[in-house]
């Protein structure tokens, strides 16, 4: 699948009538919305009733967010594409919930029982971070195998949903497992041991190796992973490509984000400062899938060269604004979440990833319900 592929089967809409902008400020007003009354009402530590923060809550977000991969990127929504909105959209949000809900459950109070790694008692959330912290990994894996592999090996083969994309998950479930057992599972043992790296460098580098996946998958059009020829070619080389560029993606970041936070702050964090390219990474990862999504990943008039650059720039820099604005103003006045360290409050690993997951309900799984234009339904656009 190649990334046009992939926006229209997940639900891009062209701009019709409305110029791009103006549909993308109307579905950034849907989805702030949808993400702060949710909040309020199931994550807030203030506010909410449930007092869930920051676990179980992140862990059923993680899921969630995984579970839409599932559904929407492997399995292309068979099964729900014949449906129509907003029925379709509300069905899917609510398998995703259940999906969601119960493999936290599952592993929390089920696996739980029987490895004290992943105990939903287990202090400070632990045990719910140790399931979920697959969720990391999977992110990769999943969604790499759509948007730089191209659904390859099963689309060569001519194989139709839902065969393709079961083959494909339980095929990368392989590999996911794997990089799970050897980075993720050993930082969350009861007992300090030894392990590859320490848990706030594998959240920094592994999801910058995220965020090289979507600036060659969505703002780049798999470029320059395409160049190596089809199927395995591509495949292979944007693996080994998505990895060099992650990791100097963390650097670059890691640098980045101890500039904006200043060194007082930085010492507080101590280990910590090295989740933080994670922390800047998924703010620039909400603008790349939104827009992508939303804003018809303008613009796509220019040479492909200027189109590419035009989107990383834009994307980055809204990316870094909103790490600023998200750690100085929003978490501490919005979201009531607590202090991390210093003049820093809140985990944008947390909401800025809670409203992906709106931007994906919404845009994706709702087809942009309410927002859509009589001239986008008339040619065909999905």
């Not at 030894?194 to 592994?206: A, D, E, S």
């Not at 020829?229 to 100097?248: E, Q």
């Not at 790349?288 to 200027?306: D, E, G, L, V, Y």
Request: contains cysteine; proline residues 5%.
């Amino acid at each position: 699948m190649t990334t046009a592929d992939a926006r229209e089967g997940t639900g891009t809409t062209t701009t019709g009538v409305r110029p791009w902008f103006v549909t993308g400020a109307l579905t950034m007003v849907v989805v702030v919305a949808l993400s702060l009354s949710s909040w309020y009402l199931l994550a807030d530590p203030k506010w909410s009733l449930h007092h869930a923060y920051p676990f179980p809550v992140n862990a059923v977000l993680f899921w969630a967010i995984l579970s839409v991969v599932f559904l929407g990127f492997n399995l292309e929504f068979w099964g729900f594409d014949r449906l129509t909105q907003p029925t379709k959209g509300l069905a899917i949000v609510a398998t995703v919930v259940v999906m969601a809900i119960g493999i936290t459950a599952l592993l929390g109070a089920g696996l739980g029982h029987f490895d004290a790694r992943f105990a939903a008692d287990r202090q400070d959330g632990t045990g719910y971070l140790a399931g979920a912290l697959f969720v990391l990994f999977g992110f990769f894996t999943f969604v790499t195998a759509v948007v730089n592999w191209e659904h390859w090996p099963w689309a060569s083969r001519g194989m139709r949903q839902p065969k393709k994309g079961l083959l494909e998950i339980g095929s990368m479930l392989v590999p996911t497992v794997i990089i799970y057992l050897i980075l993720g599972l050993p930082t969350m043992a009861i007992k300090p041991g030894h392990t590859v790296l320490p848990l706030n460098t594998v959240i920094g580098w592994f999801y910058s190796i995220i965020v090289a996946m979507l600036v060659t998958a969505l703002m780049a059009e798999n470029w320059p992973w395409r160049l190596a020829g089809p199927g395995w070619k591509t495949a292979a080389t944007s693996v080994a490509g998505n990895v060099a560029l992650g990791t100097a993606i963390y650097f670059a970041f890691l640098s980045l984000a101890k500039a904006l936070i200043g060194s007082n702050t930085v010492h507080l964090l101590g280990p910590g400062i090295h989740s933080y390219p994670a922390q800047i990474g998924v703010c620039w990862a909400f603008w790349m899938i939104f827009w992508s999504n939303a804003c018809t990943n303008f613009p796509n008039t220019a040479s492909a060269a200027r189109n590419y650059a035009a989107r990383i720039g834009t994307t980055l820099s809204l990316g870094i604004v909103t790490f600023l604005a998200y750690y100085h103003v929003i978490a501490r006045t919005a979201l009531h979440e607590p202090v991390t360290a210093g003049n820093l409050n809140g985990n944008a690993l947390g909401f800025i990833d809670w409203v992906i997951l709106w931007t994906l309900f919404y845009v994706v799984c709702l087809e942009s319900y309410g927002l859509r234009q009589p001239a986008e339904l008339a040619d065909g656009t999905p």
